[in-house]
């Protein structure tokens, strides 16, 4: 199988605290991890494209220095969503491709954050 | 950059009927194209995919076909059940790279 871990499943801090969300590819290497936010009855939007070993890609309208995000290794990515708002407040949703394979790409469980 | 669009938002179906999701996608070099069942609060779960080398593909109730020409995509799903409601997104983009999501359709199967 392809088994991507998420971590913490649910989030509720207050306002200004910057949060970390940990996606683990557990049974493979993955170069390429994405992370996406999906807001109630909405879709998945990308939110960026994170490679292992070098920067990674927003896509236009996500602040960089607001999510940061860091793939130090080829099974782990972190996202860090910095001071954040009530606005934030969202189910972050990562996903793994797999090293060499491409897509499809499989998806961690979530993260719901909720900001006080 | 690349646009989904999709059709309809909402659909309701008896139980035994068939379900029809269209999309279209803006950029003619995606060519990768997955479709995704979502359940509230849950992951999304990859239930069929097409490549553009591709213009059909059936995997027993489900099925895809890929028109390049016209740029669009549909999700055909065969005697339905009530097990099959659930929010059915379209992605399109491609196949070592990134996909965008369509808004979704939130499938009712009425029994």
């Known amino acids: 199988g392809a088994v991507v871990s998420q971590h913490p499943s649910r989030v509720i801090c207050k306002s200004g605290t910057s949060v970390k969300i940990e996606c683990r590819s557990l049974d493979f290497q993955a170069t390429t991890m994405f992370w996406y936010r999906q807001f109630p009855k909405q879709s998945l939007m990308l939110m960026a494209t994170s490679n292992e070993g070098s920067k990674a890609t927003y896509e236009q309208g996500v602040e960089k220095d607001k999510f940061l995000i860091n793939h130090a290794s080829l099974t782990l990515s972190t996202l860090t969503v910095t001071s954040a708002h009530p606005e934030d407040s969202s189910f972050y949703i990562c996903?793994?491709?797999?090293?060499?394979?491409?897509?499809?790409?499989?998806f961690g469980d979530g993260t719901r954050l909720s900001i006080l | 950059g690349e646009n989904v669009e999709q059709h309809p938002s909402t659909l309701s179906v008896q139980e035994g009927d068939s379900a029809v999701i269209k999309c279209t996608y803006s950029d003619s070099a995606s060519n990768y194209f997955p479709w995704y069942k979502q359940e509230l609060g849950k992951r999304p779960q990859l239930i069929i995919d097409?490549?553009?080398?591709?213009g059909e593909k059936k995997d027993q109730r489900i099925a895809v076909t890929l028109n390049k020409t016209a740029k669009h995509f549909s999700l055909h799903i065969t005697e339905t059940q009530p097990e099959d409601s659930a929010v059915y997104f379209c992605?399109?983009?491609?196949?070592?790279?990134?996909?965008?999501f369509g808004p979704g359709t939130s499938l009712s199967v009425i029994p």
């Open positions: 097409i490549r553009s080398n591709v």
């Open positions: 996903s793994a491709v797999r090293a060499g394979g491409g897509q499809p790409q499989h």
């Open positions: 992605a399109a983009g491609d196949s070592y790279d990134k996909v965008i």
